[in-house]
Nanobody, 119 residues
Framework: QVQLVESGGGLVQAGGSLRLSCAAS????????MGWYRQAPGKQRELVAG???????NYTDSVKGRFTISRDNAKNTVYLQMNSLKPEDTAVYYC?????????????WGQGTKVTVSS
């Protein structure tokens, strides 16, 4: 059974920083794209940043220049460094990974970690 476990959320003042981590565990053959999504109250879940197995990244426009996604393939872990945080970054952040098991590929989600940015 595969699990994604997130950590690093919390309360921070505007302008501050947080680093989110998400570790995948279980019987994993390989991990393709990993990403971070977020969902603010009353809004749809949106992609924040993604990273391929080779390290190519993409970001939603609102976080470009402030957030950095990275991964450690040896540890099956993806990170999201969030700097210059704004109140509008407040949301529950979810890790997502496209994981290849022995016989098939499946998308997995973490349980979510809450980020609150105070003004």
């Amino acid at each position: 059974q595969v699990q994604l476990v997130e950590s690093g959320g919390g309360l921070v003042q505007a302008g501050g920083s947080l680093r989110l981590s998400c570790a995948a565990s279980g019987t994993i053959f390989s991990i393709n794209t990993m990403g971070w999504y977020r969902q603010a109250p009353g809004k749809q879940r949106e992609l924040v940043a993604g990273i391929t197995s080779s390290g190519s990244t993409n970001y939603t426009d609102s976080v470009k220049g402030r957030f950095t996604i990275s991964r450690d393939n040896a540890k099956n872990t993806v990170y999201l460094q969030m700097n210059s945080l704004k109140p509008e970054d407040t949301a529950v952040y979810y890790c997502n990974a496209d994981i290849r098991l022995v016989s098939y590929t499946h998308q997995y989600w973490g349980q979510g970690t809450k980020v609150t940015v105070s003004s």
